[in-house]
């Protein structure tokens, strides 16, 4: 993965580069290919952005798009500014009406839209680009696709090349740990029923890239896992994601009073941790600062 | 209990209706019994953490003797074994036991095949109380979501019946007429909260089609008495229940008590529904399919249906609940789609093998 980074940093650094000497006035993006393979025209640069999910906003505004975003979601709480936007609905169940009313030029989605949302607004002539990034790599594709649509290259190979080095930073230390070094961890999104976040999700490729093992190696996507199966593979750091839009801290609450988890390793340890949902389930750019925080947590003797 | 009542029947002209089978009953009444017991073992050994059975008797003779044995198995093996398998199987025995004796109340005495636990508002308002627990704020919400859920399913058949009552009667078509359109009302309001609930609805579909997945020893001990002793009551009065299906006013001739008997029955399985429902959830399907079964193998005396019934609902849930937590483990699945997807076929095969009136 590491290497891939590199790769893309290498790319897109030269890709800065060529931008900076050609000084070509932002062009239209033209045709694109969104995350649901799906073959877009953008005619010219968008100046009214809908966005319909909190990774999309964040993205926006990272880029410095913020004045441009004329519609969120209410689940849309960072940074500040975000909640003063007009609201388009919840995060899969948008208003049409609302949209359409906004006249935007651009709408972006992610693949809980699509079989839905997506053709609803085509069909009354929206151009939709759908971002739907499940790893750390795929953010940063998500955000130079962005880059790209919105004519914002140059910031968003700027933001890729921070976030790529803070990335790396953390792979220097965590890719050639053995198995052995690297703790088993239970990541807990929800309590009752107790929840998971197994292979292909956003949060597993965090826990790889601090170099822990998920215990939920066998199961694909959040779902719920069985507590005999928790105890039995004895994980040695539980992180408990806290503040999932209502801000309290439940699941680690749990953790703490479930008598029957008080034997596993992370309890004898003490080593239960709290890490906000939004930073960690978003994929935006401060899933970057999830990476930071999940490694000091798996490897405190790495990250001071 | 069900030999005395067979002592006392005094009633010729009721039991001639049925066939005499009565021993090959007490049979099967003992049979079932002893099959609870050993699906308790059995399903005591499975699960999604592989113990071998030997592993396992060895820890229940540590555990349960006082034969002092050298612990071979590790420590969290005793854990997942007491206080995660045998409560939770525990409580699914008990709630498929509480389901399975209260719909055949509800079948008894409305003469209703379709009756089921929820029939009259048990579920919609338990629902209701849930969900409403759910939004609370949410340092709140441990102990009152099943509180609420135990309030909300009292209190929806307590309106149902109150607005059913006419006079000093309870006429049944009434009951169920005001029980479903309660019922409706009830669900729309649930519905609107889940729609505004956000991110809370996952665990509210996860309550709603019922789960054992947490369950601990103060869930069993909380549910047990309930449920212990509406199920006594209801045993019972199976004779009354048997006399009503005739008729009513026939019932009453005979020297029963009728409304009196519906009271004590409506809020007997009332009782053991909410109790059942508080915890898990709303578990569909072994209130219907369970009273149904049994009636197609044994026949529609309610002194044996409602022991069998008993048993054959414990032995189910326990059965479909550990089915929900080994088919995909890891990971689990909601037991009420599990009682729904094994129950209804087998429940259609045996409607095809025996064709013949269930009433």
Not at chain 2, 146 to 152: K, Q, R, S
Request: glycine residues 8%; charged residues 15%; proline residues 5%.
């Amino acid at each position: 993965m590491s290497h891939n980074i590199r790769e893309n940093l290498c790319i897109l650094g030269a890709l800065a580069l060529f931008l900076c000497f050609s000084c070509v006035p932002q062009s239209p993006p033209g045709n694109i290919v969104d995350g649901l393979g799906r073959s877009v025209t953008i005619d010219k640069i968008p100046q009214r952005i809908v966005s319909l999910a909190p990774s999309n906003t964040e993205i926006l505004f990272a880029l410095g798009l913020g004045d441009k975003v004329v519609g969120v979601t209410e689940y849309c709480n960072y940074p500040q500014e975000a909640k003063t936007k007009p609201k388009v609905g919840g995060f899969s169940t948008v208003d049409i009406e609302k949209v359409v009313s906004l006249e935007p030029d651009l709408v972006l989605a992610t693949q809980i839209h699509g079989k839905t949302v997506i053709p609803a607004l085509e069909k009354l002539g929206l151009p939709v680009v759908a971002l739907t990034p499940g790893s750390l790599n795929e953010v940063l594709d998500s955000i130079t696709l962005v880059g790209k649509i919105t004519g914002q290259s140059r910031e968003a190979s700027k933001l890729i090349n921070d976030l790529g080095t803070r990335i790396e930073a953390v792979a220097d230390k965590t890719q050639n740990l053995s198995p052995d070094q690297k703790p088993r961890v239970f990541y807990i999104t929800w309590h009752d029923p107790l929840m998971t976040a197994g292979t292909r999700t956003l949060a597993d490729d965090v826990i790889g890239s601090a170099g822990g093992q998920n215990i939920a190696f066998d199961i694909s996507g959040d779902k719920t896992i069985n507590l005999e199966t928790v105890i039995y593979r004895d994980p040695q750091v539980i992180i408990a994601s806290v503040g999932m839009g209502t801000g309290e801290d439940l699941p680690w609450q749990y953790v703490q009073t479930e008598t029957r988890l008080k034997n596993t390793q992370a309890l004898l340890n003490n080593r239960v941790y709290k890490i906000d949902g939004d930073l960690i389930h978003r994929p935006g750019p401060r899933v970057v600062d999830a990476l930071e925080q999940m490694a000091h947590f798996i490897h405190p003797e790495l990250f001071k | 209990m069900a030999l005395e009542l067979l002592k006392n029947v005094t009633l010729p002209k009721t039991a001639t209706i049925y066939p005499i089978r009565w021993r090959s009953r007490i049979y099967a009444i003992v049979g079932l019994a002893l099959l609870l017991g050993i699906t308790v073992i059995v399903t005591l050994a499975v699960g999604s953490t592989h113990i071998t059975f030997d592993t396992l008797c060895r820890v229940l003779l540590a555990k349960l003797t006082f034969i002092h044995a050298e612990p071979t198995w590790a420590s969290n093996i005793e854990t997942i074994i007491f206080d995660i398998r045998l409560p939770r199987l525990l409580l699914a025995g008990l709630v498929g036991a509480a389901l399975a004796v209260a719909g055949t109340t509800y079948q008894g005495l409305f003469r209703n095949p379709l009756a089921d636990p929820y029939l009259i508002g048990v579920a919609q308002g338990a629902a209701l109380g849930a969900v409403i627990g759910f939004m609370l704020p949410i340092s709140w919400q441990a102990g009152s979501i099943p509180l609420l859920a135990f309030i909300g399913a009292i209190l929806a058949v307590a309106i149902v019946y109150s607005i059913a009552r006419v006079g000093k009667t309870l006429p049944m078509t009434t009951l169920i007429l005001a029980g479903v359109a309660l019922g409706a009302f009830l669900a729309a309001i649930t519905s609107y909260l889940m729609i505004a609930s956000g991110d809370k609805l996952h665990g509210i579909i996860s309550w709603l089609l019922g789960t054992f997945s947490l369950t601990s020893w103060w869930q069993v001990a909380m549910v047990t008495p309930y449920i212990f002793v509406g199920t006594i009551i209801i045993w019972l009065h199976a004779r009354p229940l048997n006399v009503m299906q005739l008729d009513e006013e026939q019932a009453q001739q005979l020297g029963i008590n009728v409304e009196q008997v519906k009271l004590i029955l409506l809020g007997a399985a009332t009782m053991i529904t909410a109790a059942a429902v508080c915890f898990c959830g709303i578990i569909g399907f072994v209130g219907i399919i369970i009273p149904h079964t049994v009636r197609l193998i044994w026949g529609p005396d309610h002194r044996f249906l409602l022991p069998l019934a008993t048993f054959a609902g414990a032995i189910f849930l326990i059965l479909s609940d550990t089915a929900a937590r080994t088919m995909l483990a890891p990971t689990e699945i909601p037991v009420g789609i599990i009682t729904a997807f094994l129950g209804a076929p087998f429940f259609l095969y045996l409607l095809r093998q025996k064709k013949r009136a269930i009433f």
